[in-house]
Nanobody, 121 residues
């Protein structure tokens, strides 16, 4: 399985950004795919996930109402639309996948290489 993220860059506070994760290597039936983020010196943090079959999303509280996760099954890609970005959203964002269970740090089986998002104030 390969997960390849793209879309990270430097933006200003209040801007929007869309991250993409191209998934390949298998069909993702019964998988959860999603996004984590990490800043230096801190643990990797769950951000959002989506069930591949039904498209049911989950989010951490700090991004609810600002971020939206979606997937395009036809091209096996997961997106993270980030609106009203804040400096505290600055991190490396990782795409991940978990099979047969809720996506969390402990259940993620596959990881991407990460993409840097920097939000300036």
């Amino acid at each position: 399985v390969q997960l390849v993220e793209s879309g990270g860059r430097l933006v200003q506070a209040g801007d929007s950004l869309r991250l993409s994760c191209a998934a390949s290597g298998r069909t993702f039936t019964n998988y959860d795919l999603g996004w984590f983020r990490q800043v230096p010196g801190k643990e990797r943090e769950f951000v959002a996930a989506i069930t591949w079959n039904l498209g049911t999303p989950t989010y951490i509280d700090s991004v609810k109402g600002r971020f939206a996760i979606s997937r395009d099954k036809a091209i096996s890609t997961v997106y993270l639309q980030m609106n009203s970005l804040k400096p505290e959203d600055t991190a490396v964002y990782f795409c991940a996948a978990a099979q047969g269970g809720t996506l969390r740090t402990t259940t993620a089986r596959f990881w991407g290489q990460g993409t840097q998002v920097t939000v300036s104030s």
